[in-house]
């Protein structure tokens, strides 16, 4: 999951008096400004909040400026927020869309929000907050009867990946408010932990069709037999355009497996095909034509004409000056531009553009230039910006410049910081370790993944010890595989790989044999070859989580 555009909560149970729909704004064309990410509508939508509008009109509304995702709404957006004389539902409604953009503010902006005696302030302080926030978030995450407790699980879905966090998701997907429960679904497609399956498959059949969409959204992302038969159970019992949704997750998990087994030769696939049977009624194993996708694509003239826009520095400064420009082609334009094909002296004046740059999306874009510049400096000052998404994107960069070990200080900082959570915290180890001093540094990587409680940095560390070709340091890592998972089983999987690569056997292997995992079943069945006499033949597979 990821990445340059974040998914989407709808705005959520407006309550006031409803205006007369302007005809202006029923003629807005949402879809196609969405699908283009048409910049140059974005006032115009933010005057239209201020409009007299319905309730339809308003969610309409917001959820394209979410979309847009455009700096310059954010000034108006605030104005509108903080201004008490505004109507209740256009503050709430600008509330709603900020949740969505990178405002860059600091801890104190939350707090004060928090202080205030103004209970739409308040509200958007449990919205906007972030791990720093946790003395006031969680115990509103924590009580199922506070007025905020809706907007607390919403502001658990990104950052908030320890177990204790997960569970509060897990356990609101029985709450009595189905509004809690499709927020509760949505938060757990991050992390995937396997406690939330029962209730996930519960949520299916939720009576709210909001509730079980989501619910199937997010399942499909994980992988297990226990989710397989649940799934094709299900899907006996619905008719219509429900078993049709189903049957598409359906169909994509007895993929999975299929293809997890069709990958496998001797006492891999052995293995692996004694793991399926409580689920070989549900699978075909017979051989599968190539699909369609694996013919080489045709040649792109879009990406041909994109190139050709750009021939020279002051083309570029010029189409990334217009603001109103379509986001998606702006986006295309940075991917696919060679910048390393760039003189020296053309790099001067972009590295000052892109250094100055008001829109956050364009300065984390920025970061793969300035990486294969190795314009260390900017990226370095990129650290420090008031956006996260930024500050994840310079980490990135400084994953692939020349090592420099005056900069380690700033990477440990920032990974160091109480925010730094998920992919960030992830991309930011592993730049410290490309800038850091060797002496110590194993022993470090041991510490993380021994004791943290995040999974991401678990997971970094642990993929930094294997590149670093730390052996002797990774014994010690290895009795993770007989603890239970923080949160699902893909560390497990990890140093399964890694035992595999260096076939080395541990007790440990027979228990896991038992789990109920699909990718940790197939890391276990290639490292099978280097594993006798561990995993025994007449190993029993009962599913266990």
Known sequence: MGALYAPLLCVANFSFTPFVLSKETNMIPHEEIRAKHDRSWTFRLVDAI?????????????????????????????????????????????????????IGLCDDDRHGWWSSEDSLLRRHAVLEARTSEAHFLIPI????????????????????????YQRLSINALSHKNPRVRRAAARNLIWEEPFEAQAGLIRA????????????????????????????SDLSKLVSGEKREDL????????????????????????????????????????????????LPLSPNTTEQKFDSLLGSTSDIIDLFSDTDLYWHDMYLHFMRFDWASLAETERVALVEFFREHHDPHIREMACKPLSAWNRVDVLETFLRDRCTSVRKYAAIGLQSVAPDPSLAASLWSEYRSVNCTGIRSAATLLAFVVHAPRAGLEDLLVEIAITDRRA??????????????????????????????????????????????????????????????????????????????VILKGVKYAAKN
């Open 50 to 102: 201020r409009s007299s509008c319905s309730y339809e009109d308003l969610s309409e509304i917001c959820e394209t400026l979410q979309e847009l995702e455009d700096p310059r709404a954010v000034k108006p957006l605030l104005q509108m927020l903080e201004d008490l004389s505004q109507p209740f539902n256009v503050r709430k409604a600008a509330s709603e869309v900020l949740q969505f953009s990178c």
């Open 456 to 533: 991401s940095r678990k997971s970094a560390a642990i993929e930094q010890l294997v590149a670093l070709e730390a052996n002797s340091h990774m014994q010690s890592v290895l009795s993770l595989l007989g603890e239970p998972p923080l949160l699902n089983w893909a560390i497990h999987a990890q140093l399964v790989d890694y035992c595999a690569e260096q076939r080395i056997s541990t007790p440990f292997f027979a228990d896991l044999c038992q789990v109920d995992d699909l990718n940790l079943q197939r890391s276990l069945a290639q490292a099978v070859p280097f594993l006798q006499p």
């Open 204 to 231: 299916l059949s939720d009576p709210v069709e909001d509730v079980a969409n989501e619910a199937l959204t997010t399942i499909s992302y994980f992988s297990s037999q226990q989710i397989l038969r649940a799934l």
């Open 247 to 294: 049957d598409g997750v359906l169909c994509r998990h007895e993929y999975q497996f299929e293809d997890a087994l069709s990958r496998l030769s001797g006492e891999s696939h052995d293995f692996f095909r004694t793991w399926l049977k409580p689920v070989e009624d549900l699978l075909d194993f017979s051989e599968r034509e190539e699909s369609d996708s694996a």
């Open 141 to 164: 995450a924590s009580d199922p009867e506070h007025e905020f407790h809706e907007e607390a699980i919403r502001s658990l879905q990104y950052g908030f990946e320890e177990p204790e």
